[in-house]
Nanobody, 115 residues
């Protein structure tokens, strides 16, 4: 079992930055893959970034070069640093943990990019 709690969302102007945090209720295991997803109004949930074994990362093409995912094992926390934010990044951002056939989701945090 694992519980995930996101934080760090908010309102930011275009071109601004935010850092999202996802705190897990347990220590990370080597089999864990942590990810950030987002869902904009009227759209399907989409993958933003993942971090897995050995710190390997993947990114959606739409965020490459602007977003960075990183983990802190000592704090059981995964971060998503978002730079050069655009209005189209507006969405609810969800933290996800996949491990050994199980999957867990956080409650989501709203990110709004608007002037």
């Amino acid at each position: 079992q694992a519980q995930l709690v996101e934080s760090g969302g908010g309102l930011v102007q275009p071109g601004g930055s935010l850092r999202l945090s996802c705190a897990a209720s347990r220590t990370f295991f080597s089999s864990d893959v942590m990810g950030w997803y987002r869902q904009a109004p009227g759209k399907e949930r989409e993958l933003v970034a993942t971090i897995g074994r050995g710190g390997r990362t993947t990114y959606a093409d739409s965020v490459k070069g602007r977003f960075a995912i990183a983990g802190d094992n000592a704090k059981n926390t995964v971060y998503l640093r978002m730079n050069s934010l655009k209005p189209e990044d507006t969405a609810i951002y969800y933290c996800n943990l996949r491990t050994l056939g199980q999957e867990y989701w956080g409650q989501g945090t709203q990110v709004t990019v608007s002037s």
